[in-house]
């Protein structure tokens, strides 16, 4: 996939390209929580600790997102900086591929 196409492939892109829910929803992936807002009024919360459950991640975010179904997500992260992973970059790697 080059920058500006979308991944029509995966799951995750399949729920976003059906819409149907939220215009956008924001996401902070952190190294102890993610946190999840629509700018509707709906927010979450959820203990995530990433560096023991980073294998985890991809579902945990697939599960916010098919719940609430944005036609666009958003994402910071503190996360990146977690033990789990050798290098910042590393983590910011593994945080968006997820």
């Known amino acids: 996939m080059r920058d500006g196409e979308a991944d029509t492939g995966s ?4 729920t976003l390209a059906e819409g149907g829910g939220v215009d956008v929803l ?4 952190g190294g102890a929580n993610i946190k999840a807002a629509d700018g509707s009024g709906w927010v979450h919360s959820e ?6 459950r980073r294998h985890e991640l991809p ?9 609430r179904r ?3 997500v958003v994402a910071t992260m ?21």
């Open 11 to 14: 799951l995750a892109a399949k």
């Open 26 to 29: 924001a996401f902070d992936v």
């Open 47 to 52: 203990p995530f600790a990433l560096w023991q």
């Open 59 to 67: 579902d945990a975010l697939l599960r916010i997102v098919a719940e």
């Open 70 to 72: 944005p036609r666009r």
């Open 78 to 98: 503190t996360g990146e900086i977690a033990d789990c992973y050798a290098s910042r970059q590393d983590g910011v790697a593994d945080i968006v591929a997820a």
